[in-house]
């Protein structure tokens, strides 16, 4: 049996900006940069689903949503949450404080229980596996619901594409019917009545009526297209300027190394997987220790991506590649290997160079070799035991 395909709208629209985009992404997995943008996002995504939740009887009050939020904010750092210094970290924590306390300020009085919040589902139809995530879906009775879509960007999509996924997912959830007939047992037939984004930001909300099944159906030829194309391996780049100058993959894009990816060229080892945030700890101790596991993941992925970052250099031909914040530099360094080691320690004792070196490794040893108070007959011995070698050495700093 043939798999459905993965499918949301997100994925989707990255399809739509740019195939090659999306083959990066999801053929070939590479993760993204964190955004800040998404992360602020996700905050309040988490913080109207902690008010709302169905589950509790009672709303939160403001301390408490506040709370819930600075908790949330402080599970990551400001890297982790893609902000460029700790300062812009701040100033998007007291933006997400002040839409709280804006919606509060206007909403807390008449705060009621929808039907359901950030909903996660994943409906099988017409050859796709449909992820999705309605952040609300308000009852209207008689069968009807309003789904609500939170945006906290700068505006509102100027085209509610969107919400024609949401209706064609929600009137085909056996999950969503379940729940308007939990509600309402009358309810003969579950319908969407209303379609909205709301904007955090200003308060503000761009409500829709039901779009006509006859637009669904033009928009939904046009979903089972995009997925064909996925099916068929159309992932011809399509380069312009605003998408290309914010995307992650321009150093590994066709349109700007001028060669094909090569994803089997770039791997040398199984990557780990991103490390976690970690949970709040109980002790000193507990943060100690999560402190050291979480440097010592931290320092394994850095490894497996110097490894990468070389095989693409080497492979591409490169000796330096920029990102947007850093440079990468790679070099041959010579190594000098003595293969020998009993005899070379007892050429050190002969010598009487053993106490010099206390410890006699590779680097120690070489380092007689430079080393001015060692006469010259014995360099020349030593010498005897070494074999050249040449290792490639990867510098990565602060682009100028
Ligand atoms: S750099 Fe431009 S053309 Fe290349 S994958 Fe990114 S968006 Fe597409």
């Known amino acids: 049996m043939v798999k459905n395909l993965s499918f949301s709208y997100s994925k989707m629209g990255m399809y739509q900006e740019c195939p090659q985009k999306y083959k990066f992404r999801y053929v070939h997995m590479l993760p993204e940069q964190p955004k800040s943008y998404f992360a602020f996002g996700t905050a309040l995504h988490e913080v109207m689903e902690y008010i709302y939740n169905p589950a509790n009887a009672a709303f939160p009050t403001l301390a408490q949503a506040l709370d819930y939020f600075e908790k949330y904010w402080n599970k990551t750092s400001f890297e982790q949450k893609g902000y460029a210094s700790a300062e812009k970290e701040l100033a998007g924590y007291a933006e997400g404080r002040r839409i709280i306390e804006a919606y509060y300020a206007k909403y807390a009085a008449s705060f009621f229980h929808p039907l359901s919040v950030e909903m996660k589902s994943t409906l099988e139809m017409d050859g796709l596996s449909l992820i999705s995530i309605l952040d609300r879906i308000d009852y209207l009775g008689d069968g009807k619901i309003k789904i609500l879509d939170y945006k906290t960007g700068k505006a509102v999509p100027n085209t509610p594409e969107q919400l024609y996924m949401y209706q064609k997912i929600a009137e085909n959830s056996p999950t969503v019917k379940a729940l308007v007939q939990k509600q309402d047992p009358a309810a003969k037939e579950l319908r969407v009545g209303q379609l909205s984004f709301y904007h955090l930001p200003t308060l503000e909300e761009v409500t829709f009526e039901r779009v006509p099944d006859k637009e669904i159906f033009t928009f939904w030829q046009r979903v089972l297209q995009v997925a064909d194309n996925i099916r068929a391996g159309k992932f011809d780049p399509t380069p312009g300027e605003n998408q290309c100058r914010w995307c992650d993959y321009r150093n590994l894009c066709p349109v700007f190394t001028g060669k094909d990816y090569d994803p089997l060229g770039a791997k040398t080892a ?114 005897a035991f070494a074999r050249k070698t040449e290792e490639e050495k990867l510098n990565i700093e602060k682009a100028d």
């Open 270 to 383: 199984p990557r780990p997987a991103a490390v976690p945030p970690a949970p709040e700890p109980a002790s000193e101790q507990d943060a100690l220790s999560q402190k050291i596991d979480r440097c010592g993941a931290l320092l394994e992925e850095a490894k497996h991506l110097q490894q990468e970052i070389i095989a693409l250099m080497r492979k591409n031909h490169f000796e330096r590649h920029f990102g947007k914040q850093f440079k990468a530099e790679l070099s041959r360094v010579e190594k000098l290997e003595f293969t020998d080691k009993e005899k070379v320690v007892e050429l050190l004792r002969t010598l009487k160079l053993l106490a010099k070196v206390l410890v006699p490794t590779q680097s120690t040893v070489a380092g007689l070799l430079a080393d001015a108070s060692v006469p010259a007959q014995a360099k020349a011995q030593l010498q």
